[in-house]
Structures are given as C-alpha cells and as structure tokens.
C-alpha cells in the first residue's frame, strides 16, 4: 500500500466518519484542557517538585556522556503499545466505548499539563522545549490516537448493530482480525513517534536546554 492510497484510504473514511471523528477529537481536547486547567489549580510545593525532577532529568542529560536512548525508546514503546492496547481491548464491546474515549482522552490530559506546566513555569523557555521536543511528535501521536478512538468507537458501534444477528465463530474472529490489522499498522507510526522520543529529543534537550536548566534563572517562579 503506497502513501497515495493509504491518503485516499484515511480521507474516504474521515468523509464517512465525521460524527466518529468530531466525537473522538472532543474527547482528546477535553484531555488536553483539563490537563492544562489542572496546572493552575497545583500548589507552589507541587510545582516545585515537578520543576526539580525536570531539573534532575537535565542534570543527568548534563553529566552523562551518553544517553541510554535504547531504555528510552523501550519505555515510550510500551507506552504506546499500553495506550493502543487499551484502545483496542475497549473496542470489541459496545459497552466499553467510553472507556476508549476516556483513553484517548487521558493522553490529552497528559500532554495538556505538560505544554501547560513548561510553558507556565519557564515561559519563553518552556515555549521553546514544547516547539522542539513535543510539537514534532505530537504530529505523528495524536492523528494515531484519533485514528485508534475512531476505529475502536466504530467497532464497537458495528458490534452493537449485529448483536442480535447469527454469524459464525469464524467471521467474528475475521471481523476482529480486520479490526487488530489496522491497529498494528497505526502502530508502526507510533513505533516512528518512539524513535524521535528516545533519539532526538534527549540530544536537543542535552544541547539546547540541559544547561539552561542547571541554571538560577529558572528558579525565579519560586519566588511567586
């Protein structure tokens, strides 16, 4: 399947899926809003806690000669392989399918307090490490999530429809087996999101921010 048909592919099915879609999207910015909400309602002592393992990260980053990419790219593979895993097992029941969007949107969440805690709490700074650190992947992660939400809600939607419908054990497993295909392919571009976690962004991070990060001007929201 060449990038032509897989474009032809995924603009066919957003035409035949809006309501899924906008449904999904809803869910994930939601995510991204109340992680960002959440920021302001942390205390200083929190904040500050947070700030000194982001500082300890840089300190490690600052002092090592290299970067153990390969435990860091493990750890963002199972990550994602634990998200799409999850997306996936609550979409082979109709009963389930808000906890797929709850899924969807807890990644939101998750991205939403780190954008909102960097750039709160480092400003122009922490603007700069969401640009080049986050921004980049999050291109690639978050149309996966979308498209993964997307596909478990309408699964389970399918499922609903013939629940009432005889079939046979086999063309079950070859509507699931249908259905698990096409997570495995998101899945190779989450496997592309993991690499520029574990191989690009430490090596920014070392280079553009680690330093910085050592430094007293960084402390000056404690004084908040």
Request: glycine share 6%; proline share 3%; aromatic share 16%.
């Amino acid at each position: 399947m060449n990038a032509f048909k897989i474009k032809a592919y995924a603009m066919l099915h957003i035409r035949e899926n809006p309501v899924l879609y906008l449904l999904v999207i809803f869910a994930f910015i939601t995510g991204v809003a109340a992680g960002g909400f959440t920021v302001g309602s942390i205390s200083a002592e929190q904040r500050i806690y947070l700030a000194d393992y982001l500082q300890g990260y840089s300190y490690i980053l600052g002092d090592q000669p290299h970067v153990d990419t390969s435990a860091i790219f493990i750890k963002a593979v199972l990550q994602n392989l634990r998200t799409a895993f999850f997306i996936w097992l609550f979409g082979l029941s109709y009963l389930s399918i808000p906890l797929a969007l709850v899924t969807v949107g807890a990644r939101g969440f998750f991205l939403g307090f780190t954008v909102a805690f960097l750039i709160d709490y480092y400003a122009l700074n922490g603007l700069f490490m969401v640009l080049i650190c986050i921004l980049p992947q999050s291109f690639i992660l978050v149309p996966c999530l979308v498209v993964m939400g997307v596909l478990a809600t309408q699964f389970g939607i399918e499922r609903f429809k013939i629940r009432k419908l005889p079939h046979l054990k086999q063309m079950r497993m070859r509507r699931i087996a249908h259905y698990t295909f096409k997570f495995v392919f998101i899945l190779v571009a989450f496997f592309i999101s993991s690499l520029f976690e574990a191989f690009v962004v430490p090596l920014v991070f070392k280079l553009l921010f680690a330093n910085m990060l050592k430094g007293k001007e960084f402390l000056v929201f404690l004084s908040k």
